[in-house]
């Protein structure tokens, strides 16, 4: 009697031996869910409850999930990312859908599901979210061997009428500079936080997880090559790496460079006046830009209601999110004229898609002068008048240079016989006879037809 597992065909199997008899069963590519199907056997194997004809217990819906969790999601998430689908198990899936075995979900009740969601005044990024969250777990079902189709694929979402994502929110450059002189005189320790928000567009978190040695300031504020890099994100306080795991380099502002400079210069005085290290033994001297008064790293919930928060009323400012000064620097980057391709590769975006989706209303400048421009615009051909209408003469000039009488016309600004014959109608030789000249090209006068042939025969 035994129980084996094997790897075949990037799947695990389940080999049992038992009283002679062989079997052997896919379990799926997950060697956690190998191992439990495994153990299982082997402890009805124990209580001789197991048979090879019996198919074995499928787990519920909420089994499956928690297993999903803690062998899928948690080692190979970010912490706030396991811990927002742990949520969404929760408090959604789990009571509609944690009594069902696997099996038992079908299509028409996932669809119904999600109708529910929709109509229930849930925003529709949580409706995807839901949908989302569900929609994994039931994939990983399939490639475990607990489902022969997926009842939860390429069904879309069911979308509210009238359901608007969240707009984004920005400050204008005058509210910019308000709140930020407002955080001077009110917040002053918090204010070089705020400046590099808006003069860079780094996350809260990156901001908190900032460091002196991620700071190139160069040779000094006019060299071309100062610049942050972003390694690093803080969420819960955890540190992890940043938003889809690209690290990017942030050019710096002279403006940046000066208070982040005279940041340094102040802590660097202060280490020197109290001593290197505390009576903990700790250095003085924290590796945080941006740190508390013990020296490590600040809460990010504590900077936006003891911070952010009191400057913005303080400036007469609408209450906005700290995400807000990131929409900002993007906005006003776009609005001085940067390129696209530059606004992606400083903001960190994974594709120039979502540049271009988040920020695109704002390339034409942020104003209506350009449709204003257009009320402006001239007709590239202007009209020609009618025939027989007099026009005044204008000057000209004719060279003295090319063919004479003959099938050429001696009239040189013509290049064509057939434009010959219709201006000279009558005068020569090969003319259409079609009256005077008048009649064809009224705004040329007898007196200029004369000059012309003169200039031509000489």
């Known amino acids: 009697m035994s129980v084996k597992l094997r790897r075949r065909r990037g799947k695990w199997w389940v080999y049992i031996n038992w009283r002679g008899q062989r079997k052997a069963r896919c379990v799926g590519i997950s060697r956690e869910a190998a191992e439990q199907v495994r153990r299982e056997i082997e402890h009805r194997l124990a209580l001789g409850t197991f048979s090879l004809d019996a198919e074995p217990a499928q787990p519920t819906f909420a089994e499956y999930a928690e297993r999903w969790l803690a062998c899928h999601v948690r080692p190979n998430l970010k912490r706030s990312t396991a811990e927002s689908y742990a949520g969404i198990v929760k408090f959604h899936l789990a009571p509609r859908f944690g009594h069902l075995r696997l099996k038992e979900i079908s299509r028409q009740a996932v669809k119904a599901y999600l109708a529910e969601l929709a109509a229930s005044g849930l925003a529709q990024n949580t409706v995807v979210n839901i949908y989302a969250c569900l929609r994994a777990v039931l994939s990983h079902a399939l490639d475990d061997?607990?489902?022969?189709?997926?009842?939860?694929?390429?069904?879309?979402?069911?979308?509210?009428?009238?359901?608007?994502?969240?707009?984004?929110?920005?400050?204008?450059?005058?509210?910019?500079?308000?709140?930020?002189?407002?955080?001077?005189?009110?917040?002053?320790?918090?204010?070089?936080?705020?400046?590099?928000?808006?003069?860079?567009?780094?996350?809260?978190?990156?901001?908190?997880?900032?460091?002196?040695?991620?700071?190139?300031?160069?040779?000094?504020?006019?060299?071309?090559?100062?610049?942050?890099?972003?390694?690093?994100?803080?969420?819960?306080?955890?540190?992890?790496?940043?938003?889809?795991?690209?690290?990017?380099?942030?050019?710096?502002?002279?403006?940046?460079?000066?208070?982040?400079?005279?940041?340094?210069?102040?802590?660097?005085?202060?280490?020197?006046?109290?001593?290197?290290?505390?009576?903990?033994?700790?250095?003085?001297?924290?590796?945080?830009?941006?740190?508390?008064?013990?020296?490590?790293?600040?809460?990010?919930?504590?900077?936006?209601?003891?911070?952010?928060?009191?400057?913005?009323k303080a400036a007469g400012l609408k209450r906005v999110t700290f995400h807000a000064l990131r929409h900002t620097f993007a906005s006003l980057l776009i609005q001085s004229g940067a390129s696209l391709a530059y606004v992606k590769e400083q903001m960190g975006h994974s594709s120039i898609q979502v540049t271009v989706d988040t920020y695109g209303h704002l390339i034409p400048g942020g104003n209506i002068e350009w449709v204003d421009r257009l009320d402006a615009t001239k007709n590239a051909t202007p009209a020609q008048p009618l025939y027989g209408v007099n026009r005044p003469d204008t000057p000209q000039v004719i060279e003295n240079i090319g063919a004479g009488e003959g099938n050429r016309t001696p009239d040189l600004r013509f290049t064509k016989p057939l434009l010959y014959r219709l201006s000279y109608a009558g005068r020569h030789k090969n003319a259409h006879p079609t009256g005077p000249v008048t009649t064809l090209i009224p705004w040329v006068s007898t007196e200029r037809r004369l000059e012309w042939r003169t200039r031509s025969a000489t």
């Open 145 to 312: 061997g607990h489902l022969t189709i997926h009842p939860a694929m390429r069904l879309g979402h069911s979308k509210r009428r009238g359901a608007q994502g969240r707009e984004r929110e920005f400050l204008t450059r005058e509210e910019a500079e308000r709140f930020l002189a407002t955080a001077k005189d009110f917040r002053p320790e918090r204010y070089p936080l705020f400046l590099t928000a808006l003069r860079t567009g780094l996350r809260l978190g990156e901001l908190l997880a900032l460091r002196w040695d991620d700071i190139h300031f160069g040779e000094s504020e006019s060299d071309p090559t100062r610049h942050l890099l972003v390694r690093r994100n803080r969420v819960r306080g955890e540190e992890s790496d940043p938003k889809n795991h690209r690290r990017r380099r942030v050019d710096m502002s002279k403006e940046l460079w000066r208070a982040l400079m005279e940041l340094r210069d102040q802590r660097m005085m202060e280490a020197f006046e109290r001593g290197p290290w505390d009576e903990s033994g700790q250095p003085r001297c924290s590796d945080y830009v941006f740190a508390s008064e013990t020296g490590g790293p600040l809460d990010g919930s504590n900077v936006y209601h003891r911070d952010f928060l009191p400057c913005l």
